[in-house]
């Protein structure tokens, strides 16, 4: 037995940042029976809990949509493929110098969730987050005290290698949520759908600090994702109006919804269509009805020195 | 933890956790470690963060059904982390067989990016990690349980809802494969 017991002897023993996390996590569980435990997914548990969170908060908007009404001045994209080019432009012009890799994204965004119609009758809340600009690592508050976790199934690094085009960063996306996927549900059979796509380059765009060549890549990418289209004046979950990116599928109805002048990131909107219920890992469950709807919009996004820090 | 609850065994805080939920945190305080070192052992420590989070929440919810006459919960915290371990047995595998061909560990690192862990490992480990990865999930879990944790055979049975006697049968021939990959090294 001896070769057995000193087999992968040397493994390190579990964080204090780690243990925290998890001790956090149970006292929620504790102390407020029935909360789903809000909380940022770490890498194993991510993907799955990941396509139920984002197609529960499927973007959405019914009703008519006005083409930029209130804006006369702007002439509305007309095709996705052309708000794909004008929001790749955008980003490679971003003239913001490129943060060291020790420093961390700040992001503040507003969530809601509620009902089609009446989306902040349940929920509305503020939600801060920290990302490293290398992706391996992100931060949150809990209980006045910041949690850490490792982050992107995506390293960013790697979609950073050249050359990065769009068709490259869509082959590269899909082999980590295959990869992701082997190890854990196995439910894919191989093929990578195109909400489960669209999603993860919202979040991408949304959570990580990227490249700007890489943020373009991924912009020029959506067009060609089968079922993408574009809608006009989409809301986010302040009130302000958007052009969006917007995928419908037998679940759920996304946007990711864009500033119509800057096209910078101006938040998500999603409405589910057909009730879910999900297990997640632990064994609990949660179900989110068809007409569930979910708003964010981005309050602030910058970057920072530490973890924790807000300018 | 308090003195109190220094002296108080698994099953009466248990218990007592019926009525005081916040007294199941010792239980974590106890145990939390000693579950991720052997969840990291087999997947990597990333893996391991999640599942030591996820058996905790599950222990906690299920604590009703616990049988409190036991006093120690060790077993039952294993065998919640080994059925959560279950959903990664691909990668396990994969892992081991990696290890197994080029002699490198992949096990997935911590966040510190040490990479001092990925020697190169000696033929014997090479050799252990093809059999392990080669064995039935079942007779790996139960030889990880007793080699590794040092659990009783009792206390696997218990662990994995398994009678003695296929803890038994799975270890003897688990120990087989992997006496025969290693010779006739002391098994």
Redesign the interface.
Known sequence: ?????E??R??????D???D???A???T???E?GAAPKRPV????RLGRRVAVAAALALVVGGTFVALSDRPDMAPVAGVAELGERAARAAENDPTPAPAPTQWLYTKDLQLTGVEGDPDRDRRDTWERWTSVDG??SAWYQDGKLM???SAVLNPAGLARPPVTPAGVIARIKAAVLDED?????ELNGQVPPETLFMEINQLISEQWLAPGVRAALYRALPTIKGITVTQDVPVADGRRGVAFSLTHAEARSYLILDPETFHYLGTNSTRLRDRTFEW????KETFKAGTVGLTARLDARIVNRPGQRS | MSAELVEIDDGELIRRSTHD??L??AL??RY??QI??YA??R?G??????????T???A???RGTYDTSFALARPWLYGIATT?IA??R??EE?LLRALGRTGV?P?PE?????V??RVTAQG??RE??GA?ASLPRGDRDV??L???EDLSYEEVARALDIPVGTVRSRLHRA?KK?RNV?GD???
Request: aromatic share 6%; charged share 30%; net charge positive.
């Open positions: 037995m001896n070769a057995i017991k087999f992968r040397d493994t390190p023993a579990m964080t940042e780690a243990a996390a998890a001790r996590r149970l006292m569980a504790i102390r029976p770490n890498r194993a548990t391996k690592r850490f976790q490792g082997g190890r854990g549900p196995g890992a632990d064994g609990s | 939920p916040e199941f945190a974590f305080d939390a470690r991720h070192l990291a052992r997947l420590t990333q893996a391991a963060d999640d599942i030591v989070a996820e905790f929440l599950a906690f919810r299920r959560l959903r990664h691909c990668q994969r560990d096990l911590a966040l510190a990016d040490t001092t862990r014997r480990d252990l990690a392990l030889l990880l007793v080699a590794w120990r992997a290693l090294e002391e098994l």
